[in-house]
Every structure is written in C-alpha cells, then in structure tokens.
C-alpha cells in the first residue's frame, strides 16, 4: 500500500526528494510519516503530514531543512530534503497510521500526530550524504 523511492547518493549540502505513493488508503482517515534509521541506532519519526487537514510535524534536526506536503490527488506524500548532512544518512521509510476517529472533531496537534500508531509500512529507500 505504501511505497518510498527517490533516495541516493549526494555531497553535503545536496537535496533530494522522497515519495511515498499510497494505494487503498484514505487521506482523509490516515497520517503519513517519514521515519528514518541509520546504522546501529533506533528508527526515529522525523516528520509526519495529515494530508487531510495539512498538520505537519518536524523533528528539531531536521526542521527548516526539510519539507513534507502531499499531493491528495496522486496519493502521494513527498519529504524535500535540503542541505542534507552526513548524519542525514539512513534507510528512510515512509508509514501510514490511522486517526483517531474523532479526529474532524478533536484534531491532534503535530507532536501527537507523530506519536500516533503508524501501522502500514512501505519498503525503505537509502539516502546517502558523503561530506
């Protein structure tokens, strides 16, 4: 239902843009997040999109660099990454987690939309940053 692609190899300071095409879900009802894991450490939440209401969040490294958005018509979430860091470097993963079903009601605020249960998974695309 969900994959990523768009990762590759760039010098510091390069972009890239990540895509995570959906099928069978509703961008209504679900949040997308980007994970990421490097080598020997934990997978982390380093931003996350309502597309339905455009609530956005992003993890402090990586805030004012990169940008999430969606294209509902596509299905699709995209991560634009730029002024990417060695420490960029990782296995990214795009998810997708249902909302709350009183969401239209109650919207979530962007911490709690990245802390939200995240249960269908795409396959991972590499970025590399070499410096």
């Known amino acids: 239902q969900l994959q990523a692609s768009g990762g590759g190899s760039v010098q510091t300071g390069g972009s890239l843009r990540l895509s995570c095409a959906t099928s069978?879900?509703?961008?209504?009802?679900?949040?997308i997040g980007w994970f990421r894991q490097a080598p020997g450490k934990e997978r982390e939440g380093i931003s996350c999109?309502?597309?339905?209401?455009?609530?956005?969040y992003y993890k402090d490294s990586v805030k004012g660099r990169f940008s999430i958005s969606s294209d509902n018509a596509k299905k699709t979430v995209y991560l634009e990454m730029n002024n990417l860091k060695p420490e960029d470097t990782a296995v990214y993963y795009c998810?997708?987690?249902?909302?709350?079903?009183?969401?239209?009601?109650?919207?979530?605020?962007?911490?709690?939309?990245?802390?939200?249960?995240?249960?269908?998974w795409g396959q991972g695309t590499q970025v590399t940053v070499s410096s």
């Open positions: 998810a997708a987690g249902p909302l709350p079903t009183d969401y239209s009601d109650y919207a979530l605020g962007p911490v709690a939309l990245m802390a939200i249960d995240y249960t269908y």
């Open positions: 069978d879900l509703s961008f209504d009802a679900n949040a």
């Open positions: 999109i309502s597309p339905g209401d455009g609530t956005t």
